[in-house]
């Protein structure tokens, strides 16, 4: 370590000053560290260990010989060829950024909207009431919300026993794929509106109570401060979790689609997606080095959408920029 020579303030002899070092401030905060460590290892190894497996997407796989004893692909970039020329490729993956983009802005208008109502809510028990309800749909399953779903929709569900009650003829929901974006978008936005407005209220709550007050003296209505005052101050918020959910554009939430949807397959034309497209091509053809090059071009492409979306952030504001 480096040593600097200072003088006492008050003894007036020198004395010798220690510059500590990554070693010396580990033991310092060593209880900071060792809080850290579960959190390190899980990112070792269930986020950068597994990266290792991107070579399976260049290689034919046999699972006979392992993940580096495997030919290399020959052309190299065979497996991408399929995603390339395959129209149910482009298929998955525009259904995939189209319904992202869906629940991007249905979450965003829900949740702030959600959010924005609790906080004006005076009554602390009825508030506290109203946000447990909301919340409580995130706990349910996909399974069973795929269960739902299905009684639902079906030829004798509850949706097609009223249309009949108003004598119109029932909607057949599972021949109807047009239908689905709006319906998956639905069934999303009843499940996670709770939770995602869990960060906006937080947000919400810590801005500061002078401003709603100046606002008020001055006449200004309750919809006026949230319009001039909460939406303004969320901005920040709004733009770093607007970018984390584009850097997911390219991930369909799996467990969704394939309880809710399932095989259908009269629906793909609107509902099947990366996920449930690669799943399906492991399932059926075992092409493992065909679905490891849609999993990395996924990631690649979202990569890239992150980039973009920060870029454009940080030129609308700066300071709510990731990076």
Do not use: C
């Not at 095989?263 to 091509?281: M, N, P």
Request: hydrophobic fraction near 50%; glycine fraction near 8%.
């Amino acid at each position: 370590m480096n040593n600097i020579k200072g003088t006492e303030a008050t003894g007036g002899g020198p004395r010798t000053i220690k510059r500590r070092g990554f070693l010396g401030e580990m033991s310092r905060n060593w209880s900071v560290y060792m809080m850290f460590l579960p959190v390190f290892l899980l990112l070792l190894l269930f986020n950068y260990l597994p990266m290792a497996g991107i070579v399976v997407a260049f290689k034919n796989y046999q699972f006979s010989d392992g993940l580096f004893g495997s030919e290399w692909a020959k052309p190299l970039l065979s497996n991408f060829e399929y995603l390339v020329n395959s129209d149910y490729a482009f298929r998955a993956i525009r259904n995939t950024v189209l319904l992202n983009l869906l629940f991007i802005a249905t979450g965003l208008l829900f949740e702030i909207g959600l959010a924005l109502l609790l906080n004006e809510i005076r009554g602390k028990y009825f508030k506290k009431v109203a946000q447990s309800i909301t919340f409580l749909p995130y706990f349910i399953s996909w399974i069973v919300v795929g269960v739902f779903t299905y009684n639902l929709l079906t030829d004798v569900g509850v949706v097609n026993s009223i249309i009949k009650l108003f004598g119109h003829e029932p909607i057949d929901f599972y021949n109807s794929p047009g239908l689905w974006p709006a319906i998956l978008a639905l069934i999303m936005r009843w499940k996670v509106t709770g939770y995602g407005s869990v960060i906006y209220l937080a947000a919400l709550t810590g801005i500061d109570s002078s401003y709603y007050e100046a606002a008020s003296i001055d006449g200004a209505t309750r919809w006026q401060q949230m319009w001039y005052i909460s939406l303004p101050l969320l901005r920040p918020t709004v733009i770093i979790l607007t970018l984390l959910a584009v850097g997911r554009i390219m991930n369909a939430d799996f467990g969704m689609f394939y309880s809710v949807v399932g095989s259908a397959a009269t629906l793909y034309s609107t509902t099947d997606v990366v996920d449930t497209f690669v799943y399906r091509g492991l399932r059926l053809n075992g092409d493992v080095g065909m679905s490891a090059a849609a999993g990395f071009l996924q990631s690649t492409i979202a990569f890239v959408l992150v980039l973009g979306s920060n870029l454009i952030a940080r030129r609308l504001d700066k300071d709510s920029a990731l990076f």
